[in-house]
């Protein structure tokens, strides 16, 4: 079974300008998730899709980062334009939808603003 | 709102050694809970899932277990080797049940 794959694994950007990433679940999986992890932390949950309507985006710097998923499989994260303090990996995962499903991550994404 | 504690912070161990790591819950009313390890630079690896109708999961060296009524997890590693270097991040549900929340992560150093 393929995992969750996520593109690019490195993104360096100036302070202001905006930044994509893709990222595309496991097959059949219903539910999907933005995690942004910061060196040293844990991850901290962005967006939460169940098929292709968000469920939770309450974590979500709306001013500067937009999430969708469309078709309910692949999701893109942009952020625009950044700032420095979004330096950190951003992680997507999936699951089955339900409330005892596991979750898979993907490799993450490392975004560097300088 | 929920918040995710991990005890401790770091930890350094010779190889062989049995260990355990801790993972407490602000809100004990957790109906699952998983850990998974972070290897540096790399994204996150479920190792195991506790759900609710279970109190413990086992997966080769790896024992994990849930007490609901005080909302605390503990990761049993039995016979570490220095391949088992990595952090260890519990997750549980938020307040309404929507998605998992992390835990800062325990940072397992085990020496040759």
């Known amino acids: 079974e393929a995992g969750v794959a996520q593109s690019p694994r490195y993104k360096i950007i100036e302070k202001r300008q905006s930044v994509a990433f893709w990222c595309n679940p496991i097959?059949?999986?219903?539910?999907l998730y933005w995690y942004q992890q910061i060196l040293g932390q844990g991850p901290k949950l962005l967006i939460q899709?169940?098929?292709?309507?968000?469920?939770?985006d309450s974590q979500l710097p709306k001013d500067r980062f937009s999430a969708e998923r469309l078709k309910g499989v692949d999701s893109t994260l942009k952020i625009q334009p950044a700032k420095l303090e979004d330096s950190a990996v951003y992680l997507c995962?999936?699951?089955?939808?339900?409330?005892?499903?596991?979750?898979?991550f993907g490799q993450g994404t490392r975004l560097t603003v300088v | 709102k929920q918040e995710v504690t991990q005890i401790p912070a770091a930890l350094s161990v010779p190889e062989g050694e049995n260990l355990v790591l801790n993972c407490s819950f602000t809100?004990?009313?957790?109906?699952?809970l998983q850990w998974f390890r972070q290897d540096p630079g790399k994204g996150l690896t479920s190792l195991l899932l506790?759900?609710?109708?279970?109190r413990e999961q086992t997966s080769g060296r790896l024992n994990a277990s849930l007490d609901k009524s005080s909302g605390r997890s503990t990761l049993y590693i039995a016979a570490s080797q220095p391949g088992d270097s990595a952090t260890y991040l519990c997750?549980?549900?938020?307040?309404?049940?929507?998605?998992?929340?992390f835990g800062p992560g325990t940072r397992l150093s085990v020496l040759p």
């Open positions: 995962a999936s699951s089955l939808a339900g409330r005892n499903t596991e979750a898979f």
């Open positions: 097959s059949g999986h219903a539910t």
């Open positions: 899709f169940q098929n292709n309507g968000v469920v939770d």
């Open positions: 809100d004990s009313a957790i109906y699952n």
């Open positions: 506790i759900q609710s109708s279970q």
């Open positions: 997750a549980g549900p938020d307040n309404y049940g929507q998605n998992f929340v």
